[in-house]
C-alpha cells in the first residue's frame, strides 16, 4: 500500500534558511510534501487549511519575535495534536522552558549539525519526545519582576518604575536583575528579543499558574488568542 507524503508546513523569515530546509527535509527517508509561509499573520490560517503533519518555524535574526509565544500558545489550544519545531539561537533557555509546559512544541539550536538537525525532523515526525533538553530557564518569574521587565520595555526608567510601584529605584534594579538571571538573559540581542516578548509571557506565566481555573483564566485566553 502506497503511503501518502508527510504535509510539513514551515516558516522561515530568511528565503535562503528556507532552502536549506528543503533540501534537509528532502534526505529524509520519508516522502515529505512542503509548503512555505511567508507571514506570521497566516500560519493559523494554513495550518487550519492543510491540516499539516509538522509545522516548523525557522527564526533567524532578522525577525522581531514580537507575536511569536502567542501564536505558540494559540496552536497548542487550537491544534494539540500538531507538533511545532521551532530552529532559532534567539531565547533559547526560555524557549526550552516553554517547550515544558506547551506539549507539542520541540525547540532546536538552529545552528545544530545537520545530522543533528536531521534527527529533531524525524523525532517531530515519529512523535518522539526529546532527551536531556539544555538550557533551561526560569520562566515562572513572580508577577512584579515580570511586570517590571514589561515597563522597562515600554521605555520607563528605574526610577519612574519605582515611583509607580512604591518602591525604591534600587529594590527595581534588583528585581530587574533577578529576573535576567532566571531567564538566562545575558546579551543586548537577548534583552531586545525579551522586551519584544514580554508582555505574552507574562499572559503565559499567568496562565500557566491559573490552569485555566473559572473566568480568570478564561479572560486570559481570551486576551491571549484576541
Request: charged content about 20%.
Amino acid at each position: 500500500m502506497k503511503k501518502h507524503p508527510h504535509h510539513i508546513l514551515y516558516y522561515s523569515s530568511d528565503k535562503l534558511a528556507a532552502l536549506g530546509l528543503e533540501q534537509l527535509l528532502s534526505g529524509l527517508p520519508v516522502h515529505c510534501h512542503t509548503q512555505a509561509i511567508w507571514s506570521l499573520s497566516t500560519v493559523l490560517a494554513q495550518c487550519g487549511r492543510s491540516r499539516p503533519q509538522l509545522l516548523v518555524f525557522i527564526l533567524h535574526e532578522n525577525i522581531p519575535l514580537t507575536g511569536i509565544l502567542k501564536i505558540l500558545y494559540v496552536l497548542q489550544q487550537q491544534f494539540p495534536a500538531l507538533p511545532v519545531l521551532v530552529l532559532t539561537r534567539r531565547l533559547l533557555p526560555v524557549m526550552y522552558r516553554l517547550s515544558e509546559y506547551l506539549p507539542q512544541l520541540r525547540i532546536a539550536d538552529l545552528k545544530s549539525s545537520r545530522q543533528a538537525l536531521r534527527a529533531h525532523l524525524l523525532d517531530c515526525l515519529r512523535g518522539e519526545t526529546p532527551v536531556n533538553v539544555p538550557l533551561k530557564a526560569d520562566i515562572l518569574l513572580p508577577d512584579r519582576q515580570l511586570r517590571i521587565l514589561l515597563m522597562m520595555a515600554w521605555g520607563y526608567s528605574t526610577e519612574q518604575i519605582g515611583h509607580r510601584l512604591g518602591i525604591s529605584h534600587k529594590t527595581v534594579n534588583a528585581h530587574k536583575l533577578s529576573a535576567l538571571a532566571c531567564l538566562q538573559v545575558k546579551s543586548k540581542n537577548d534583552m531586545a528579543d525579551l522586551y519584544s516578548v514580554i508582555d505574552e509571557l507574562r499572559m503565559l506565566v499567568s496562565w500557566l499558574r491559573l490552569q485555566r481555573p473559572g473566568r480568570e483564566g478564561e479572560k486570559l485566553i481570551y486576551a491571549l488568542e484576541a
